[in-house]
């Protein structure tokens, strides 16, 4: 049961992070304190490890990666989407952002901020965040 409700909030997760932004808009990377970087071995990409915390009534940009990102909830809270659909992350989910696909665009709401631990493997020297293509 406990995994029926995880895919199930991974694919409200995925369809709020492919929608469009609206609200008071931040850019990704001003909410993320970094904090480790190093080469992944053997290839032309790094590994960034970061804490990332929006605070309610912010909203987290609409934008891609290049390469790939798990994040890690740290403390409950709730999203919203631009359809005005509410998600709700619990302590412990977790998931991956796929290279280049757009998600975001999601905005925080309730009194909790959203905090979660990010791990970004991605290609040595772009950008970490980019606007979607």
Known sequence: MRTAKAWILAAGLTLAFVSAASAQSVD????????????????NMEVVISAVEY???ETLDRHIHHGEE?????APATVQTPDGKEIKFVPGFAAINARDVPHGGVKIVGDAPFKYIAVHIVDKGAPLYDAPK
């Open 70 to 74: 798990a994040f890690y909830v740290l």
């Open 55 to 57: 605070k309610p009534g």
């Open 28 to 43: 990704p990377g001003s909410r993320r304190q970094e904090l480790k970087r190093a080469p992944l071995t053997g290839t």
